[in-house]
């Protein structure tokens, strides 16, 4: 098993800035590939971003492409995500998840993290 811990959401306003961590604990693989999704109220969770076990391999939601940055550190076992320009349809619950593949969709990862809360005030 592995557990995912998300920190760092907040509120914040537009145009502001957020750095999102997930630690991950217990059988933690570095081989794992990571990704962020969000889900804001009402709707369906979605891809924002991933990235690849090595970290060289990143991709993006075209709605965030240039804003944010998923980066890995694979000694720490953390995954981040710097978010700026943040917009408030950015507003959601963001959460972390670990799996095989560096994919877009929820199937493609194996453990999930409760969370955490971002809200962009215009």
């Known amino acids: 098993q592995v557990q995912l811990v998300e920190s760092g959401g907040g509120l914040v306003q537009a145009g502001g800035s957020l750095r999102l961590s997930c630690a991950a604990s217990?059988?933690?693989?570095?081989?794992?590939?990571m990704g962020w999704f969000r889900q804001a109220p009402g709707k369906e969770r979605e891809f924002v971003t991933a990235?690849?076990?090595?970290?060289?391999?990143?991709y993006y939601t075209d709605s965030v492409k240039g804003r944010f940055t998923i980066s890995r550190d694979n000694a720490k076992n953390t995954v981040y995500l710097q978010m700026n320009s943040l917009k408030p349809e950015d507003t959601a619950v963001y959460y972390c998840?670990?799996?095989?593949?560096?994919?877009?969709?929820?199937?493609?990862?194996?453990?999930w993290g409760q969370g955490t809360q971002v809200t962009v005030s215009s």
């Open positions: 998840a670990a799996g095989w593949v560096a994919g877009d969709k929820d199937d493609d990862y194996d453990y």
């Open positions: 217990g059988r933690t693989r570095s081989m794992y590939a």
């Open positions: 990235i690849h076990w090595s970290g060289r391999i990143t």
